[in-house]
């Protein structure tokens, strides 16, 4: 039987990572509020089996991809069956190992997702528990999902992870960002030749589907193909009722439709992974919701789309594979870069490799500077870029930090660029009447970017280049103290990067 979220809310179930709720809460705030919560301190993910107002059996999914602050892969690991207290570092190699595998998906005659179908007028979006996520919010949202269309060229298939508003009984707004595979192709594609592009939402499923649709992948790459690599098994799919785009088969639910030609709909504000609410409310491309189909009782997988709760957990588990992927494709001088990382999440963190100081060549730095921000995959859209050396870890923040706050000449270091780059988001959450003017269409504002160098500047003194456990002493030792760690009476864990500084990914 294939893998999808009711078996990993069983596996979540036997590791003690979920609670089943069965008395009433409500769809306006409520289901957010739970999560956000657990993910102050580590708690657990939760199901909710009585939605307030809910006549279709369905019930929602919360928490399962949030983690903590040190493991925020934890529950993606049970997902793949890998061991949820492998190290990141760890996680990051295993996962990237899987995805580079690719597997195509299959097709199948049809599966779980056909159920229930209901066609035209009967389509009702309200009949589900969509939730309310903030107070601000100009609606509900539907922030866990997989956006799948088809270039009419190539056959190439796109899953994307994106806002989706849910605007009215049948109509959804949905918010690509302007460097998107979703966005090129619906422009440069469909409208330019005055065609409707359909699109299939996908919600629930094989969980590693909205995984891979929440990254950013390289060129030409289906999300598909990808999680089949990351499950270790072709993803099962059918084919949509209303055009032919393949949808995995044991999904819950599916909403299809079309996006028409120059069809916008006003949307927003709402929450942001970025850490605030997003506005003003402006036009995004309108969905003409034609068809949803379901399993019976669906589970709506939902996520609280906010620094600290799910999102923040998918971003740090996934954005370093994607990252990943693109240093090894176009063969960059980086050991690992991490996009979007949770309490930092409009920057791109990057480890450069230098062989020699101040830089490989005249220009070396400056060169990899243009070519990282000019890399949607490589945080190219985020504000904020920060270089370090490839021997700090990207994937935890403290490391980051501490080789900004030492490696740094504010006075040469620092730059803030002239040229103005898309991005995801302004410079602040408040808008000003002067940022309101940067508003240059759907998912675009055009904005300058800072970037910070902490990347070691001068050979360094005795061969050493930072003064951490990891460098200092030999590598016999440092495994003496981690071994005994506990028996000489300390409780919390011991944090050993040896499996990053280690490591070449």
């Known amino acids: ?29 409520e289901i957010s509020a739970y999560e956000i919560l657990s993910g102050y301190f580590d708690g657990p993910a939760f199901l909710f089996n009585n939605v307030k107002g809910t006549k279709t059996g369905a019930r929602v ?25 492998i190290d990141r570092a760890t996680w990051v190699r295993q996962a990237s190992r899987s995805i580079g595998t690719m597997l195509k998906p299959v097709e199948v005659a049809t599966g779980p997702c056909k159920e229930v179908i209901k066609m035209g007028k009967e389509a009702n979006l309200m009949e589900y528990p969509f939730t309310y996520h903030a107070i601000g919010d100009a609606a509900k949202y539907i922030f866990l999902n997989a956006c799948v269309i088809k270039d009419p060229d190539s056959q190439y298939t796109n899953a994307g992870t994106y806002c989706v508003e849910v605007y ?7 918010t690509p960002y302007a460097h998107s595979n979703f966005a090129s192709i619906l422009i440069n594609k469909y409208w330019a030749r005055g065609e409707a592009m359909p699109v299939s939402i996908v919600i629930g499923g094989d969980p590693t ?24 098994a072709p993803i099962e799919m059918v084919k949509s009722e209303t055009s032919d785009i393949l949808v995995p088969a044991n999904a819950e639910l599916i909403i299809e439709g079309e996006i028409r030609p120059n069809e916008f709909l006003p949307e927003g504000p709402k929450i942001e992974s970025f850490g605030f609410s997003v506005g003003p409310r402006q036009p995004f491309y309108a969905i003409r919701v034609n068809c949803i189909t379901h399993r019976q009782n669906p589970i709506i ?34 050991k690992l870069g991490h996009t979007i990382p949770v309490r930092c999440a409009t920057t791109v963190f990057s480890g450069v490799k230098k062989k020699k100081y101040p830089e490989d060549y005249p220009g070396f730095m400056q060169q990899l500077i243009n070519t990282q921000t000019g890399m949607p995959g490589m945080g190219g859209s985020l504000a904020n870029s920060l270089f370090v050396d490839d021997d700090v870890n990207v994937l935890n923040y403290d490391d980051g930090f ?13 730059i803030r660029t002239e040229k103005e780059f898309a991005t995801m988001t302004i410079e602040s959450s408040w808008l000003e009447p002067e940022d309101l003017e940067k508003w240059k269409g759907p998912g675009n504002f055009l904005n300058r970017k800072l ?36 028996e000489l009476g300390f409780e919390e864990e011991a944090r050993w990067n040896k499996s990053f500084t280690g490591s070449d990914f």
């Open 168 to 174: 009215s009984k049948n109509r959804l707004v949905v």
């Open 61 to 85: 999914l919360i928490g399962h991809f949030a983690g903590s602050y040190q493991k925020p892969h934890k529950r993606h690991a049970i997902c793949l069956g890998l061991d949820p207290n």
């Open 209 to 232: 589907v909205t995984m891979c649709a929440g990254s950013i992948m390289p060129p030409g790459v289906s999300e598909y193909d990808v999680a089949g690599g990351l499950r270790g």
């Open 402 to 414: 501490e080789a900004m706050f030492t490696q740094v000449n504010p006075g040469k270091d620092i």
């Open 451 to 486: 970037i910070t160098d902490a990347t070691t500047k001068e050979e360094p003194p005795l061969g050493v280049r930072r003064t951490q456990f990891e460098t200092l002493f030999p590598e016999e030792l440092q495994k003496w103290v981690m071994d005994n760690w506990k």
């Open 1 to 29: 039987m294939p893998y999808d979220i009711r078996q990993f809310i069983e596996d979540l179930k036997k590791a003690g990572e979920l609670i089943e709720i069965d008395q009433e809460v409500d769809w306006n705030y």
């Open 301 to 334: 997988p939902d996520i609280h789309n906010s620094v600290g709760a799910g999102t923040s957990s998918l971003h740090d588990s996934f954005m370093p594979l994607g990252y990943l992927a693109q240093i090894k494709m176009f063969g960059m001088p980086m």
